[in-house]
């Protein structure tokens, strides 16, 4: 499948139909959904409807954004008006919202065309996209792996050419993650750029949606659609949105106008060896293309996992009390009292993973542990932050592999959740600071798999790492790999 700028030109010169892109998208998704099952919901009318809105555009003579009849998924955890929104989960299974998220409304203004709604661990919680309550997403470089999560069925749509693009919610690395797991590029930006109105809560402090493509400007291009101030979400930015396409460049020119932190603690043990070779020799690369590398230290960087572990579960645990059965979604009719119908509810409506988390969450948030678990982890959390700070004061961007390893096997770390957790130790720290954060593909394993490098910026410069990630992109071919499986 063609690039948003390759499609947008066939479109304007009438060599293809905004009909024919989408139903060639349709048809992919028909083909190859059996076997990765990135979808939960395919919206074929809805889709084709759009399209035929787009082509009379053309025919009339009107002027088409970049991204009008473009194909794009959206993760099943942003509201879609009329449109089924589980968030992966049973207690959801029957919720068809009454309002429009503002990202989805923002595309539908644009005339992209909405091909479904991508599978995600339940409720964005989990690593590997297993948790959710309907499939299992396959990795499409290998079907016996995994894509990553939570937003595992949005990268790998990407990544099977099911979709020019889509959009994720990254709240310890659901974005970067599943990037980095299936090939692609993967943007999580700064806390507050995109409006989370309508994006179903996990915690709020954290969470923030962004888009997959298998092109850094096609990154920017979705970015700087979505992004921008809403009234409707309280932690919105009022900030202008540059046009991040203005920054791609091949280079660093003059040399040495791009500082690059190499992140030492993200270094050494527990860091697969074949993953820290892709990463060092991506360095490498950023380094010839004219950057000035520089090694950085952020010892705080480690406290990462424990932290987001406490602080996320109690957010979830307070964000999830209003699934009980009464307004919306699943309610368990074997309840002979209310009380019973509410623990019914969410004993058989929520999956284990659910569970798990929301028990953690409300136990650190009780009277007699608050002071000890939620409010110190606040504290970290600020130790964190201000080492960013401090690092960002000697560079520009941060470098860091974007997991620890490649892409495992399904079923491989269900059965222990302290290791799936380990996945996101690369990545949730820059949850926890806000800060804005992007994986791009930097090699492959001796089995095929991708590997992804992670890139940090300061707040609000998602043109920079638009800039760095374009650079290396343009002196590979990491990205232009497909695989087997659409060959």
Same mark, same amino acid.
Request: a negative charge.
């Given at each position: 499948?063609?690039?948003?700028?390759?499609?947008?030109?066939?479109?304007?010169?009438?060599?293809?139909?905004?009909?024919?892109?989408?139903?060639?998208?349709?048809?992919?998704?028909?083909?190859?959904?059996?076997?990765?099952?990135?979808?939960?919901?395919?919206?074929?009318?809805?889709?084709?409807? #759009?399209?035929?809105?787009?082509?009379?555009?053309?025919?009339?003579?009107?002027?088409?954004?970049?991204?009008?009849?473009?194909?794009?998924?959206?993760?099943?955890?942003?509201?879609?008006?009329?449109?089924?929104?589980?968030?992966?989960?049973?207690?959801?299974?029957?919720?068809?919202?009454?309002?429009?998220?503002?990202?989805?409304?923002?595309?539908?203004?644009?005339?992209?065309?909405?091909?479904?709604?991508?599978?995600?661990?339940?409720?964005?919680?989990?690593?590997?996209?297993?948790?959710?309550?309907?499939?299992?997403?396959?990795?499409?470089?290998?079907?016996?792996?995994?894509?990553?999560?939570?937003?595992?069925?949005?990268?790998?749509?990407?990544?099977?050419?099911?979709?020019?693009?889509?959009?994720?919610?990254?709240?310890?690395?659901?974005?970067?993650?599943?990037?980095?797991?299936?090939?692609?590029?993967?943007?999580?930006?700064?806390?507050?750029?995109?409006?989370?109105? $309508?994006?179903?809560?996990?915690?709020?402090?954290?969470? #923030?949606?962004?888009?997959?493509?298998?092109?850094?400007?096609?990154?920017?291009?979705?970015?700087?659609?979505?992004?921008?101030?809403?009234?409707?979400?309280?932690?919105?930015?009022?900030?202008?949105?540059?046009?991040?396409?203005?920054?791609?460049?091949?280079?660093?020119?003059?040399?040495?106008?791009?500082?690059?932190?190499?992140?030492?603690?993200?270094?050494?043990?527990?860091?697969?060896?074949?993953?820290?070779?892709?990463?060092?020799?991506?360095?490498?690369?950023?380094?010839?293309?004219?950057?000035?590398?520089?090694?950085?230290?952020?010892?705080?960087?480690?406290?990462?996992?424990?932290?987001?572990?406490?602080?996320?579960?109690?957010?979830?645990?307070?964000?999830?009390?209003?699934?009980?059965?009464?307004?919306? $979604?699943?309610?368990?009719?074997?309840?002979?009292?209310?009380?019973?119908?509410?623990?019914?509810?969410?004993?058989?409506?929520?999956?284990?993973?659910?569970?798990?988390?929301?028990?953690?969450?409300?136990?650190?948030?009780?009277?007699?542990?608050?002071?000890?678990?939620?409010?110190?982890?606040?504290?970290?959390?600020?130790?964190?932050?201000?080492?960013?700070?401090?690092?960002?004061?000697?560079?520009?961007?941060?470098?860091?592999?974007?997991?620890?390893?490649?892409?495992?096997?399904?079923?491989?770390?269900?059965?222990?959740?302290?290791?799936?957790?380990?996945?996101?130790?690369?990545?949730?720290?820059?949850?926890?600071?806000?800060?804005?954060?992007?994986?791009?593909?930097?090699?492959?394993?001796?089995?095929?798999?991708?590997?992804?490098?992670?890139?940090?910026?300061?707040?609000?410069?998602?043109?920079?790492?638009? #800039?760095?990630?374009?650079?290396?992109? #343009?002196?590979?071919?990491?990205?232009?790999?497909?695989?087997?499986?659409?060959?």
């Amino acid at each position: 499948m063609a690039s948003i700028r390759e499609l947008h030109k066939q479109l304007i010169n009438k060599e293809r139909s905004a009909v024919e892109i989408a139903q060639e998208a349709l048809n992919r998704i028909q083909q190859l959904e059996p076997k990765v099952h990135s979808f939960l919901h395919v919206t074929q009318e809805a889709a084709l409807q #759009q399209a035929r809105k787009v082509d009379a555009k053309i025919a009339a003579g009107e002027e088409i954004g970049l991204l009008a009849g473009i194909p794009i998924g959206i993760k099943d955890n942003m509201c879609t008006k009329g449109i089924p929104t589980t968030c992966a989960s049973k207690i959801l299974e029957n919720f068809i919202p009454p309002y429009e998220s503002t990202v989805t409304q923002k595309l539908a203004d644009a005339g992209a065309v909405m091909v479904g709604k991508t599978n995600l661990d339940e409720f964005a919680m989990g690593s590997s996209c297993e948790t959710s309550a309907y499939n299992v997403t396959s990795n499409p470089w290998d079907l016996s792996r995994v894509p990553g999560g939570s937003s595992g069925g949005s990268a790998a749509a990407v990544a099977a050419q099911e979709c020019t693009v889509s959009l994720g919610s990254d709240t310890g690395g659901s974005i970067r993650l599943p990037a980095s797991f299936c090939g692609i590029v993967g943007m999580k930006p700064t806390y507050g750029l995109v409006s989370r109105y $309508g994006l179903v809560a996990f915690a709020s402090s954290l969470d #923030q949606i962004g888009p997959f493509s298998r092109s850094v400007e096609d990154a920017a291009i979705l970015l700087g659609e979505i992004a921008g101030y809403d009234p409707k979400d309280s932690t919105s930015l009022k900030v202008s949105i540059p046009n991040y396409t203005e920054s791609l460049k091949p280079d660093f020119k003059p040399r040495g106008k791009i500082r690059i932190g190499i992140i030492k603690e993200t270094f050494g043990e527990g860091l697969d060896s074949q993953v820290e070779q892709a990463v060092t020799k991506a360095v490498d690369t950023l380094q010839e293309l004219g950057a000035e590398i520089h090694v950085i230290s952020c010892p705080r960087y480690r406290y990462g996992v424990p932290i987001y572990y406490i602080i996320a579960p109690s957010e979830a645990s307070a964000n999830l009390a209003r699934y009980d059965g009464v307004k919306y $979604g699943y309610r368990a009719e074997d309840a002979d009292n209310l009380l019973s119908m509410y623990t019914r509810t969410r004993s058989t409506g929520f999956g284990a993973e659910v569970k798990r988390r929301i028990m953690i969450g409300t136990y650190a948030l009780s009277a007699g542990y608050y002071d000890a678990y939620y409010l110190k982890a606040q504290k970290v959390r600020t130790l964190i932050k201000e080492d960013f700070e401090k690092a960002f004061q000697q560079v520009d961007v941060l470098a860091c592999p974007t997991a620890p390893m490649a892409a495992f096997k399904a079923g491989e770390k269900t059965s222990d959740p302290l290791s799936m957790y380990l996945s996101d130790l690369m990545t949730i720290p820059v949850n926890l600071a806000g800060l804005p954060g992007i994986s791009i593909p930097c090699g492959f394993n001796d089995q095929g798999i991708p590997i992804g490098l992670q890139l940090i910026g300061k707040v609000l410069r998602e043109d920079q790492l638009f #800039q760095v990630a374009y650079a290396y992109e #343009q002196a590979t071919e990491w990205h232009l790999r497909t695989p087997s499986l659409i060959s």
